[in-house]
T-cell receptor, first 118, second 111 residues
Framework: SAVISQKPSRDICQRGTSLTIQCQVDSQVTMMFWYRQQPGQSLTLIATANQGSEATYESGFVIDKFPISRPNLTFSTLTVSNMSPEDSSIYLC???????????????FGQGTRLTVV | TQLLEQSPQFLSIQEGENLTVYCNSSSVFSSLQWYRQEPGEGPVLLVTVVTGGEVKKLKRLTFQFGDARKDSSLHITAAQTGDTGLYLCAGLKTGANNLFFGTGTRLTVIP
């Protein structure tokens, strides 16, 4: 299992500014995932962060807008840059445990960062 | 378009009623999970199903994985107000690095 601490839990930001979200895991993990979620809706994967290499971004998300750092195996940050009201959302970091060969997996999440851009 | 479609999107029922949530895809998954999320929290795993046709029961919750491993269902018997939340299915494809999450079902159980 994994315990994830994410901060801030919420923030209200002015448009044009940037916010960095931090994610700390209580164990070493290879991959960390960043998601965006509109309240009450499903999760959209932003990017996968691997330690020692550049993050892999999903279609529709770019590094200039969502730069990610992964300095070690227990920590990652996601920055939302040059924010606009459309960036208002919940941002979640996640890690996964996998057991082979059964393909069991379990995703663990931080409590999320609720971002409001005004 | 989302890889996993859930239905219904919203469900509001009285306490004590039964309900079923469906998770459908045209893709095959090596495993499928169901998560529940409450406001202000991240999703929490309820169950993982791995074998086609597999049925798992957790108290009042019954989970089934389709024979072809493309779909799943979650059945809740005698719903309670504590079952209220957002239910998400998530599938793991062979060789993929990440889970694919379904579109979500928001359940409200009215006392």
């Amino acid at each position: 299992s994994a315990v994830i601490s994410q901060k801030p839990s919420r923030d209200i930001c002015q448009r044009g500014t940037s916010l960095t979200i931090q994610c700390q895991v209580d164990s070493q993990v290879t991959m960390m995932f960043w998601y965006r979620q509109q309240p009450g809706q499903s999760l959209t994967l932003i990017a996968t962060a691997n330690q020692g290499s550049e993050a892999t971004y999903e279609s529709g998300f770019v590094i200039d807008k969502f730069p990610i750092s992964r300095p070690n195996l227990t920590f990652s940050t996601l920055t939302v840059s040059n924010m606009s009201p459309e960036d208002s959302s919940i941002y979640l970091c996640s890690v996964e445990d996998r057991w082979y060969p059964r393909s069991d997996t379990e995703a663990f999440f931080g409590q999320g960062t609720r971002l409001t851009v005004v | 378009t989302q890889l996993l479609e859930q239905s219904p999107q919203f469900l509001s029922i009285q306490e004590g009623e039964n309900l079923t949530v469906y998770c459908n895809s045209s893709s095959v998954f090596s495993s499928l999970q169901w998560y529940r999320q409450e406001p202000g929290e991240g999703p929490v795993l309820l169950v993982t199903v791995v074998t086609g046709g597999e049925v798992k029961k957790l108290k009042r919750l019954t989970f089934q994985f389709g024979d072809a491993r493309k779909d799943s269902s979650l059945h809740i018997t005698a719903a309670q107000t504590g079952d209220t939340g957002l239910y998400l299915c998530a599938g793991l494809k062979t060789g993929a690095n990440n889970l694919f999450f379904g579109t979500g079902t928001r359940l409200t159980v009215i006392p």
